[in-house]
């Protein structure tokens, strides 16, 4: 999320924080998260007959337990962020009793006919679509149309390695609205997946930057409930945070059984802290990427996060040389060019032109800085600025160029076959 990163005056999570709302802590010592041990077994044990989903999420009084024994210097939750059972939110997809495991790959159950909004589209693998499938591209293409009968032809790809949803217990009251608004103006954009995380709560019961493994538990139930609704448009980044060392692991190996495909920090560990490389040994074993949030310049901390940028980020790269990064958001505010010097030097990261900026030159500094294969285009969360860029690259870059930032570069980084035409 790049919403309040790199301008402007903090948000008002981190004014609240600042202000010593209780489950705000420093994330300097690393702390310890220990699953209940009815939940561990019990996980384990899934995980090894082929892990169903949500094997390793704690129910109930496991929950209770799981909380309780948060260390006292760490986060201390408000009793209704761990006392309430983990469940799938309302509105999303509960996959049913037996449903078959979500594996990477495009699987569409027949349950999902039945979401699926009523004129959505489903591209056939490895397809271009007509103009009149791409949402807005008709639009673009309709003086085109009037010449000529034979339908234009667009590339089908179009990968988006950072999108967000929410889910019920986020700070969002029309959290529903937006996860459909941002797969509307997908279809109108034409984007084929949306590669997404949830930070959590985002704010509400856990800082967005410090989230508790109850919230990230809750956040990425949400965000597989998601894929399996939008198994066709939906991939899903499990999220964790570092300084819960061993849930984090845990989570990571829970939410790649689900199906998830790659692995997402924010900003609550330096980038550069070893406490990172545990997560990045699971992400080389597991051929993951992993994309961290970051500063395009870090000049300061704030309260309740531990902001990175890119030096930080290619010191933990340059420890992992087998393990492929993606840069979140050079577009998400600061000093891009502090972050394109450093990234030269280091070929394992990747990034991503998502974030609000479109500031003149960014984009050919990019391509001068690390070379069109290693761009990966996306929007965070204002979809507006990432079409925008969108059109711009259309522009700047040869056809082949452009399929390979639209989607050939992204298909490389994740898992092979999690994409449609891959
Ligand atoms: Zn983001």
């Not at 008002?12 to 010592?29: I, K």
């Not at 006919?113 to 103009?131: E, T």
Request: proline share 8%; with cysteine.
């Amino acid at each position: 999320m790049a919403g309040a990163v790199g301008r402007g005056p903090p948000s008002a999570w981190c004014r609240a924080a600042a202000a010593g709302r209780p489950w705000a802590v420093s994330a300097r010592d690393p702390v310890e998260w220990v699953p209940g041990r009815e939940a561990l077994a019990r996980g384990a044990a899934h995980l090894r007959a082929g892990g169903e989903v949500g094997a390793l999420r704690p129910v109930g009084a496991a929950a209770r337990r799981a909380a309780a024994v948060h260390p006292a210097r760490a986060v201390a939750h408000p009793v209704s962020a761990v006392a309430r059972p983990v469940v799938l939110p309302v509105g999303a997809a509960v996959p049913p009793a037996g449903a078959a495991v979500h594996r990477p790959g495009p699987v569409v159950h027949p349950a999902d006919a039945a979401v699926r909004p009523v004129g959505a589209v489903v591209r056939p693998v490895g397809a271009v679509v007509s103009a009149a499938a791409a949402g807005c591209a008709w639009q673009s293409c309709r003086s085109v149309m009037a010449q000529d009968t034979t339908p234009p032809q667009i590339p089908a790809m179009l990968i988006d390695v950072h999108a967000h949803f929410y889910h019920d217990r986020t700070l969002r009251a029309d959290w529903r609205e937006r996860n459909a608004s941002r797969l509307r103006a997908g279809e109108r954009i034409g984007i084929t997946t949306h590669v997404a995380s949830i930070l959590g709560s985002f704010g509400r019961t856990s800082p967005t930057y410090f989230p508790s493994p109850a919230d990230l538990e809750y956040g990425n139930n949400a965000l597989i409930g998601l894929e399996h609704t939008h198994p066709d448009r939906i991939r899903g980044y499990v999220t964790v945070n570092p300084n819960y060392a061993t849930h984090a692991r845990v989570e990571i190996q829970r939410g790649l059984a689900a199906g998830m495909i790659g692995i997402k920090l924010a900003a609550s560990r330096r980038a550069s802290d070893p406490l990172l490389d545990p997560i990045c040994e699971l992400a080389r074993e597991r051929g993951v990427p992993v994309l961290h949030h970051v500063w395009q310049h870090r000049r300061r901390d704030w309260p309740g996060q531990e902001a990175s940028d890119a030096v930080e980020l290619c010191a933990l790269a340059a420890r992992h040389p087998d393990v492929r990064f993606i840069l979140a958001h050079i577009g998400g505010g600061g000093d891009w060019q502090h972050s394109l010097a450093a990234l030269a030097r280091i070929p394992n990261v990747a990034v991503d032109l998502s974030g609000s900026g479109v500031d003149g030159g960014m984009l050919e500094s990019c391509l001068a800085a690390v070379g069109v294969e290693r761009l990966v285009w996306g929007t965070d969360l204002t979809m507006d600025t990432g079409w925008a860029k969108l059109r711009y690259l259309e522009r700047l870059l040869a056809p082949k160029e452009l399929e390979l930032v639209r989607w050939k570069n992204a298909a490389r980084l994740f898992p092979h076959g999690v994409f449609p035409s891959d």
